[in-house]
């Protein structure tokens, strides 16, 4: 199974190409389209496929990958299916607003590229990350508190779609027991759902 999926525009193509290079380097294991998608071939399945089978998806953004309509599609499908994603900014550009919330790394400066936040981020997203959830839906009732409110805060500026009970008190984002982050969820289930990660941990999960 690959860990990372690189989402990025024909034109930066070199950049992707460093880029899994310095993952494979860390042990990182990569999909990366070098252009095998041929006309005619049905990428969005392939594209998917991939997707399905990574925990994190890169996006490198760029003047050209912003307005990229297979870039997109990318990055708004791993969203879909619940993946974390990491925008990469390359060059001043528009951001999606979809993407702005999210903490990017930046790239842009040369000489002076973030590659050990990069691997750090990927470990950290990959040691809590991710099985299929099996939760029932709760009763939907409207109430937020100031913990749901940072802890959307918190997934948001990740690029997370999910995360654990342990990791959001390590990060002391809240100090709840399993009984209070349940509570949680259920009085805010038209935000997130119970999740089941990496290791059986118990977790939260944007809707």
């Known amino acids: 199974m690959y860990k990372v999926f690189i989402s990025y525009s024909r034109e930066d193509h ?60 990318e990055w708004a499908s791993a969203m879909g299916h619940g993946k974390a994603v990491l925008p990469l900014k ?25 590659w050990e936040e990069l691997i750090k981020r990927i470990k950290e997203i990959e040691s809590d990350y991710e099985l299929p959830d ?34 959001l008190i390590e990060k002391n984002v809240c100090n709840l027991d399993n009984t209070g982050f349940i509570k949680l969820i259920k009085n805010n289930s038209h935000i997130f759902r119970k999740a089941k990660l990496k290791g059986n941990k118990a977790g939260i999960a944007k809707l």
């Not at 990569?30 to 998806?57: F, P």
């Not at 939760?135 to 948001?156: C, G, H, K």
């Open 14 to 73: 070199h950049f992707a190409e460093l880029l899994q290079i310095k993952l494979k380097e860390n042990g990182i294991t990569v999909w990366l389209d070098n252009g095998s998608l041929r006309a005619g071939n049905d990428w969005r399945q392939e594209i998917d496929k991939g997707i399905s089978e990574c925990s994190i998806v890169l996006v490198a953004i760029s003047t050209t990958s912003s307005s990229s309509a297979y870039v997109t599609y």
């Open 90 to 114: 390359l060059s001043s550009c528009d951001m999606h607003p979809k993407l702005e919330p999210i903490q990017y790394l930046d790239f842009s400066v040369p000489g002076n590229s973030p």
């Open 134 to 167: 099996n939760a029932i839906p709760l009763q939907q009732v409207n109430d937020t508190d100031q913990n749901a409110d940072s802890i959307l805060e918190y997934l948001n500026q990740r690029g997370y779609q999910m995360v654990s009970f342990e990791r």
